[in-house]
């Protein structure tokens, strides 16, 4: 398992760069500071390559008071709801099914628009333009929304933070970083070598870290 800070060590080393630095991923300068930057978007970048990458995926549990229709996301980031998990549990631990609406056929139903919002245990949710998401209607209780969900890209902010995908592929963020460091620096040899093992260890990544079976948005719902 390689840590930030190594993952630094490891191109300037690969690179052939003078001395034995970084010694933080913090603070530098020179072609130092351009190591750290160029480990730091390449880690991001491959996160990027896919939003549903299995290390990715999430569990998530929102509460929702009573008397409130709206809800926010948190604040670190829900980046893609598989909107066929909602469930909606009460305080009592009781679950029911919450059936997703796309926006685009939710503000043109009545019943979701127009009619009174009742005080009963909410069936349908839709996500609305600004990320809320808001439900049919109202409970006079505390009570949860659950979900499953993909998170937006993990940052390394210390020298000590590790990556979040499995350690065989931590090779890949080096062998993006040196693609970057040989096209800022004209190294075709350098970028030929590192863009081949890029290819191979993406293509074993994408075999083992993304579903098997794709969390899906089920087409148009049947309102009954």
């Known amino acids: 398992m390689s840590t930030f800070l190594q993952l630094c060590q490891d191109v300037r080393a690969q690179a052939g760069i003078s001395g034995q630095g970084p010694t933080n991923v913090t603070g530098q300068t020179g072609i130092y500071a351009d190591v750290v930057r ?21 569990n ?13 996301m948190p604040v670190d ?50 996500q609305l333009p600004n990320n809320n998401l808001r439900f049919n209607s109202k409970l006079d209780d505390l009570s ?16 000590t933070d590790t990556p979040i995908f499995p350690p065989q592929y931590h090779d890949l963020i080096q062998f993006k970083a040196l693609i970057k460091y040989a096209s800022y620096y004209n190294a075709t040899e350098v970028y030929k070598a590192n863009e081949a093992a890029f290819r191979e260890g993406i293509s074993k990544m994408k075999f083992s870290e993304l579903p098997k079976e794709n969390l899906y948005t089920p087409p148009l719902v049947v309102f009954a």
């Open 60 to 72: 998530y549990t929102l509460p929702i008071p009573a008397y409130v229709q709206e809800i926010t």
């Open 77 to 126: 980031g829900v980046r893609v709801i598989a909107k066929e998990t909602f469930i909606h549990q009460e305080s009592s631990g009781d679950k029911e099914r919450v059936r997703y609406v796309p926006y685009s056929v939710w503000k043109l139903q009545d019943r979701f628009t127009l009619d009174e919002v009742k005080t009963e245990v909410p069936t349908y949710v839709t």
């Open 38 to 58: 160029w480990v730091e978007e390449s880690y991001n970048e491959i996160q990027t390559i896919h939003e549903n990458w299995n290390f990715l995926h999430n």
């Open 144 to 159: 949860d929304v659950l979900f499953e969900g993909y998170r937006e890209p993990h940052i390394m902010v210390n020298s």
